[in-house]
């Protein structure tokens, strides 16, 4: 607290570039994971893609040590935006008093989670198409073989207009507003307790740290289905007027994946997911909470 919520969009956009800049070579092995066997039975398609080390180690030999950083501008913006927002609101929660009611925490969380997932969804899914792109001998999913991110949004403006740019938004939301409470309640009451006992000095960078570590345990567990829910429908190639052609939208996308890939097609690439998640909490959490008290 203390800090003003015109501030906090700031350092709050600020700490989610940061923590992007580190850990996108982890996005981009997660969202091929996760498009990897797209709507077929497990042991029926090949997977060019095993694991993480060795998923990051076909993206370089495919798209060379520069392909671990495809898409890093539109998820610098995405991270921006989404993250400025959300902090940004969440700080006027805590102004407010919100989060001091049961269970505040975790609704300020989710609210504003959701408004910056809706501001920054067009960035999401320009990132997500262009850290698809790969040689047709490692694709998966479909290639939407944009040649820049102001080509892609140029491209999907024309086709689509402007409702085109916010397809997919539908899984972005839930997405980033269950992690969003998940995140910022762990962070809070994790960071308290390990104060509470002493293992930390209260504002120390350890007791910041612990607080992460510990929320970006809960924050991959219960994000993971609506992360690859959210990376299917951004993906999907869609007809003429938009329509997807695969999902009708986020509850079919659901019913799909359980039915055609089984429940555990709803947490593929999850170790990438932890990966990328951890530090990326870690270090959001850990930037934002440093720049405040600055």
Not at 88 to 112: F, I, K, L, N, R
Not at 216 to 227: E, K, L, Q, R, S
Request: glycine letters at 14%; aromatic letters at 10%.
């Amino acid at each position: 607290g203390g800090v003003p919520p015109a501030t906090d969009l700031v350092l709050g956009a600020t700490a989610g570039c940061l923590a992007c800049f580190l850990t996108n070579p982890l996005e981009v092995v997660k969202t091929r994971l996760q498009l990897q066997g797209e709507l077929q039975p497990p042991g029926t398609y090949p997977r060019p893609y095993r694991g993480v080390l060795r998923a990051a180690v076909a993206v370089c030999r495919a798209d060379g040590l520069r392909g671990l950083q495809k898409g890093l501008a539109a998820g610098l913006l995405y991270q921006g935006l989404m993250n400025g927002v959300r902090f940004y609101c969440y700080s006027h929660a805590e102004d407010a008093g919100w989060t001091g009611y049961p269970g505040g925490t975790v609704a300020a969380g989710a609210v504003a989670g959701a408004v910056g997932a809706i501001v920054g969804s067009p960035a999401y899914l320009v990132k997500t198409h262009l850290q698809a792109q790969t040689l047709s001998t490692m694709a998966v999913g479909h290639q939407h073989n944009h040649e820049s991110i102001s080509g892609a949004f140029k491209s999907i403006y024309q086709q689509h207009g402007v409702v085109g740019l916010w397809r997919g938004v539908t899984g972005a939301v839930p997405r980033v507003a269950v992690g969003s409470a998940v995140q910022l309640a762990t962070f809070t009451s994790a960071k308290d307790w390990v104060c509470e006992r002493q293992w930390f000095r209260k504002g120390s960078w350890a007791a910041v740290l612990a607080g992460g570590m510990v929320s970006g345990v809960a924050v991959a567990v219960t994000m993971t289905p609506f992360d690859v829910i959210s990376t299917r429908l951004y993906n999907q190639p869609v007809d003429a007027d938009g329509t997807g052609k695969l999902y009708r939208g986020f509850l079919d996308c659901i019913l799909q994946i359980s039915s055609k890939e089984g429940l555990l097609g709803l947490y593929k690439g999850i170790g990438a997911v932890y990966l990328r998640l951890g530090p990326h909490t870690v270090l959001s959490l850990f930037f934002w909470d440093k720049l405040r008290n600055m």
